[in-house]
Structures are given as structure tokens and as C-alpha cells.
């Protein structure tokens, strides 16, 4: 298992060493056999070389099977051009990489069932996946940009655009997806107003017939939004567009409560990126208070979706469970009659509860 390690900026690196130690204690248990380098980027790889992606971090990702990210950027960056701003990693690996497919998934874990904004009865027992296509759709689809006409005022444009081929592999994931859980999915798209996204639930219907073990069902974006609030136990697996996602991914996340719990992946088949979905957290950056959970779920994650080994990945899953219902919470998630450990000592019990 060649894994490239990218622990970047602010409270990447005290992440990224829990989930490390997490990494090593199943390499332990399963003799897994994992390998790993690491590699700079972000705002600490501009500050080494003047490049937040440089070509040998860029070699490292494409030989390794799988990444682990930290986050990047930062204050200390804020001020430089776009095109060398940490953030452009980001872009740099997804596109790259070609990392068409990004899964968040959005649990309830009853110990933190009060964190969410949303009532107990409604949010506790969710387990959503949220599958957005990454690399496609309306943020770069063309023509794009601003023009000036004639008359002094503005026109502003951007093209929804899908073809089938992008259509039909981010599908296959979603249904794959759907056969390790639930074997629900459930598509959202605009067919009634959009016609790239009737193109999409026709693809996907197609797609389906390969599948029929998954159950298929389609939704309105509009009426997605509202049942994530109303009934969000309704939903196994959703796949949507790369827009449709960004929104509804976060809506979903928010049903759980804390940024510091959400994991990520994006990929591009059985190779990977694994992600927490909060940034570089600057005003908690070195004092040994971030909450490593989301990362160390983002190593599950890696484990299930590029290594295939679920029992691994169910066992830190598992191990998270265990130690939030013994009342171990970092500051985020702290609330009274818990008990407040920080991001070491956090990572050192779930490692140990494996
Ligand atoms: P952020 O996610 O870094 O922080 C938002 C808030 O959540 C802060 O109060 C922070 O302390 C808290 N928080 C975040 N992660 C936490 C964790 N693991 N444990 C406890 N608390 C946590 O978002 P921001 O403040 O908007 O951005 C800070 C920097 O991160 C910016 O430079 C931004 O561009 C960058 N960023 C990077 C990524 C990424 O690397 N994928 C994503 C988002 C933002």
C-alpha cells in the first residue's frame, strides 16, 4: 500500500500524525504492508520551493496508490497571486489525478446526536453518502467568464455541460458505493428545467440496468434540499452533479454537527484522495486542540474505497464510536459532563481502542 502523505499547512500536520498512528496500528493488526512518503504541499511547499504543487509532490501523488491530505493555506498566504495560492493544490492534484468522484459521507453518531441544529428524532440513525461528480458540469464547462457589451452593461456565463461517458463512471461509482451499504441510490438532477441533466437521468437509468441489486430512485435538486431537512433517513446513497454536490454535500455534513468529524474521498477508480473536509483551522494551529476524527475516518475511508479492506475501515470506525460514547471529545465537540482531551491524546485513544 504506497501512500503518499501531504500533511500541508495549520493543523494538517497534527492531523495527519493521528492518522498515521491510526495507518500503523492496523498495519500491525493485518500486516497490511503500508508504505508511505511524504511530500509538500500547500502554502509550506510555496514557502520551500515557490510552488504550493511542486513536480515532485506531483510525482509522488501519481505513484502512490492512495493520498492522505492534511489542509492548506492560511493567512500567511492570503496576500499572494491566485496562481501560486495554496488552495491551488487542491485544484492541481483533483485535476491531475483526474479525481472524478468525491464521496462525503454524513453519519450521526449517537453520542454527538445534540450537536446537530436539527432535532434528535429527525437526524439520529443517518448515514448518508453524497457522491458529487468533481471535474465536470458548470464549473468548467465552456464558453465561461464576464463580457462587455455594446449598451455599457455586463453578460455572465457559465455552461452546464455533461456527456455521457462522465455521466456513466461517476453512476458506476455511486451504484458500487450503494452495493458496500445500503443498496439504495438516489439521483438528483433538474431533468424538468435542465436538459444536461436529463441526459443525466437517462445515463444513470441506463447505467442502472448493470445494477438492478441497487435500488434507483430520482429527485429534484429542490425537493433533494428539503427532504435532507425533513427526512434525511431516506437517503442511502445520492449522486449529483459537481454544483448539485457542493450544496447538498454541505447541507448534508451540517446534519451531523462538527466540521472537525466529516472525512472525504476523491476518486479516480481505486485510486484515491483522502481528505478531512475542514481547512488549516489557523486560530488553532500548534496548540494541540484540532479534532483529528475527520482525518482518521478519512484513513478508513482509504482503506475501504482504494484498498478494499473493510474490516480494517470498519474497525477505526468502530473505535471512533467506542470513544465518543466513553465521552472523549477535543474542543470542538466538548460540551458539559464530557471529557476534553486534545488532538494527541484524542488520536492515541482511538488508536488504542483498535
Ligand atoms: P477551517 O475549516 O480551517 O476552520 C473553520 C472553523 O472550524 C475554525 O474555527 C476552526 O478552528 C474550526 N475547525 C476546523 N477544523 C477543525 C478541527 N479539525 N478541529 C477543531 N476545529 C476545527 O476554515 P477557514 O477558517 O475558512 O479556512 C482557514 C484556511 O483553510 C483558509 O486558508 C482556507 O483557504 C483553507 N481551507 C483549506 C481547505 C482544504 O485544505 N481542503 C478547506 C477549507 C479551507
Known sequence: ????????????????????????????????????????????????????????????????????????????????????????????????????????????????????????????????????????????????????????????????????????????VAFESARKRGGKVCSIDKANVLESTELWRRVVTEVHKDYSDVELSHMYVDNCAMQLVRNPKQFDVIVTTNLFGDILSDEAAMLTGSIGMLPSASLAGAKGMYEPVHGSAPDITGQDKANPIATILSAAMMLRYTFGKEDAANDIETAVEKILDEGYRTADIHSEGTKLVGCKEMGERINGAI
Not at 509522488?60 to 492512495?66: G, H, I, T, V, Y
Not at 464549473?139 to 456513466?168: A, C, H, M, S
Request: aromatic content about 6%.
Open 1 to 172: 500500500m504506497k501512500i503518499a502523505l501531504f500533511p500541508g499547512d495549520g493543523i494538517g500536520p497534527e492531523v495527519v500524525a493521528s492518522a498515521v498512528e491510526t495507518l500503523n496500528r492496523l498495519d500491525d493488526k493485518y500486516s497490511l504492508g503500508v508504505e508511505t512518503e511524504t511530500g509538500l504541499v500547500g502554502g509550506c511547499a510555496y514557502d520551500a520551493t515557490g510552488n504550493p504543487l511542486p513536480d515532485s509532490s506531483l510525482e509522488l501523488a501519481k505513484k502512490a496508490d492512495a493520498i492522505l491530505l492534511g489542509a492548506v493555506g492560511g493567512p500567511k498566504w492570503e496576500s499572494l497571486d491566485y496562481s501560486v495560492r495554496p488552495e491551488r493544490a487542491l485544484l492541481g492534484l483533483r485535476a491531475e489525478l483526474d479525481l472524478f468522484a468525491n464521496l462525503r459521507p454524513a453519519k450521526i453518531y449517537p453520542a454527538l446526536i445534540n450537536a446537530s441544529s436539527l432535532r434528535p428524532e429527525i437526524v439520529s440513525g443517518i448515514d448518508i453518502l453524497v457522491i458529487r461528480e468533481l471535474v465536470g458540469g458548470i464549473y468548467f464547462g465552456q464558453p465561461k467568464g464576464v463580457e462587455k457589451l455594446d449598451d455599457g452593461t455586463e453578460r455572465g456565463v457559465n455552461t452546464l455541460v455533461y456527456t455521457t461517458p462522465e455521466i456513466e463512471r461517476i453512476a458506476k
